[in-house]
């Protein structure tokens, strides 16, 4: 059947945007309405005539409107197959519904509410609802399905101009079972919560997503791959789903995923100004100052050949000056402040290709699971929130720390969470000046970071180093003391830890273990 004619549509919808225009507009089209309780109240309110169901199948509704639609008079007249059923239809006097507009309990409004309750959420579970959604898009051969206000004007459209094709209830079908999906997901996942349907206390046996489409882009890494970007339900805190694009090109896989990287980097410092410029997800530039300029020079200093077509993210407000001199010396794909004033609007309406994101200071909200694809499978783990308090720190060597040198090792050990592994972290006075990253040997990433500051006119004399993991020979603490480093940040673990703390004493060094190492891949 290409094309049908609808003569009788059951409406019982909790979303009522523009219900009852649509419902005269079918019964314009001489189409009987079946409705149930608050939408049956709110489509006689607008005029119309309506016959409730409980009239329709001679069952009244029970159970404090538990049951009403679960009839055999309702679900026949859906599911019959028309031309296959139409004498059994005919037998036990089922009057066909030929379209069914439905959508669900407002559940995950309900559990999203701070003082909801077990029972709120129970009476929350829609039965009736989801069994209409997914009756008629198994018949949709012959039945019309609606579980969305915005499908609203195609399908009255395609009803009157006699129109309401195979095509058109394909798709309507295929948005049904979304509709129905996404709302068991929502039920599944609260309840795994509350009651720890899983292997274990912490990981359920299925796991279920739980994101929306934000935005489809351009492509993904590269142009001959398609990508979106999806974001959770209500995402809270400092976040690029929040964000808001004030000026600038669309935002591509690649500055989203550089841009989360900044972001997450930037906003693990509050008490100072702070800046971040990152490059294919690491980065290569970080520093605090005394004022946002000052933090942008210092980490600019670190890696001006890597910062060219970066992103750069602020935890403070943007000013003119800066902005002015951010786009004086280099090329920048994307900015993230909090705040941009005036002047620095202005600036950088002169570059109207640069991403200019606001990205609000609501809080940080820590994140709750890191989800990585595989073939055929999913990684799912907690975030790294590791963090790391003074007292955690343990000093293995004869020489201590000074004052500056601890607090340089803390604001290399916050970076070196950020880069990929193997990692290390030079540096000084507040800012980076020389970052390995990604390397198969801590070596090569030691070295690395030597050559960039010294490629910088960066001096290592006098820096200090954080490494993400442990030393697992003593030729790290060497090289690094070679160049200059007076100070060490690692994990420890190593069986040769005593070797790495003698080299360090040798060379005068002081090293502290965290016992907590940053992986990053």
């Known amino acids: 059947m290409t094309v049908i004619v609808p003569r009788r549509a059951l409406i019982s919808v909790s979303d009522k945007s523009g219900v009852a225009e649509f419902a005269t507009r079918l019964a314009a089209c001489g189409v009987e309405i079946l409705s149930t309780g608050g939408t049956a109240q709110a489509l006689r309110e607008a005029g119309l005539a309506v016959k409730d169901v409980s009239e329709h199948t001679g069952f009244p509704e029970m159970m404090a409107g538990r049951v009403k639609t679960l009839h055999p008079a309702i679900h026949g007249g859906i599911l019959g197959r028309r031309g296959t059923d139409d004498a059994v239809m ?3 006097g089922i009057a066909p519904i030929d379209l069914v507009v439905v959508n669900l309990y407002p559940f995950r409004e309900t559990v999203d509410k701070p003082d909801v309750t077990l029972e709120d959420a129970v009476e929350n579970i829609d039965i009736g609802g989801p ?7 198994k018949n949709y051969a012959s039945v019309g399905v609606v579980v969305s206000p915005a499908d609203y004007p195609e399908v009255i459209t395609a009803i009157e101009r006699g129109a309401f094709d195979l095509a058109l209830r394909s798709r309507l079908m295929a948005k049904a079972f979304d509709h129905t999906a996404d709302y068991d997901r929502a039920i599944a996942n609260y309840f795994a919560q509350q009651f720890g349907v899983a292997n274990d206390d912490l990981f359920p046996t299925h796991y279920h997503a739980d994101y929306q489409l934000h935005s489809t882009l351009r492509y993904g890494e590269n142009p001959h791959q398609r990508a979106a970007f999806y974001t959770t339900r209500k995402p809270a805190g400092s976040t690029l789903a929040t964000a808001k ?5 669309a935002l591509s896989y690649n500055n989203l995923a550089d841009a989360d990287a900044a972001l997450q980097t930037v906003i693990g410092f509050q008490e ?3 800046c971040v410029i990152v490059k294919h997800a690491n980065p290569c530039g970080a520093a605090l100052g005394e004022n946002i300029l000052a933090a942008y020079n210092a980490a600019h200093r670190c890696d001006a050949t890597s910062a060219f077509g970066g992103i750069i993210a602020f935890n403070r407000g943007l000013d003119g000056e800066t902005a002015r001199e951010i786009i004086s010396r280099q090329f920048v794909e994307v900015l993230l402040a909090p705040a941009y004033d005036d002047e620095a609007l202005h600036v950088l309406a002169q570059k109207p290709n640069i991403r200019v994101l606001e990205i609000k200071s609501e809080g940080h909200k820590e994140r709750d699971w890191q989800l990585t694809s595989l073939h055929g499978g999913l990684l799912v783990q907690e975030w790294d929130k590791g963090t790391l308090n003074r007292a955690d720190l343990q000093i293995m060597t004869a020489r201590e720390p000074s004052h500056e040198e601890l607090r340089d090792l803390l604001f290399a050990w916050q970076i070196v969470k950020s880069v990929k592994s193997n990692a290390i972290v030079l540096a000084r006075d507040g800012a980076t000046i020389g970052i390995g990253a990604g390397q ?3 070596v090569f990433a030691s070295q690395i970071a030597m ?5 910088e006119g960066l001096n290592p004399q006098g820096s200090v180093l954080a490494s993400d993991a442990f030393f697992p020979f003593r030729d790290g603490v060497d090289a690094a003391a070679k160049a200059g480093v007076r100070a060490i940040i690692q994990p420890g673990g190593s069986v040769r830890d005593g070797e790495v703390i003698e080299a360090a004493n040798e060379h005068n060094i002081a090293m502290i273990f965290t016992g907590m190492r940053h992986f990053r891949h």
């Open 272 to 274: 100072q100004p702070a």
């Open 451 to 455: 050559l960039k500051a010294e490629s």
């Open 245 to 249: 694009q004030l000026q600038g090109k």
């Open 131 to 137: 069994a209409l959604v997914r009756a008629a898009a």
């Open 440 to 442: 198969t040997s801590r």
């Open 90 to 92: 005919l037998e036990h």
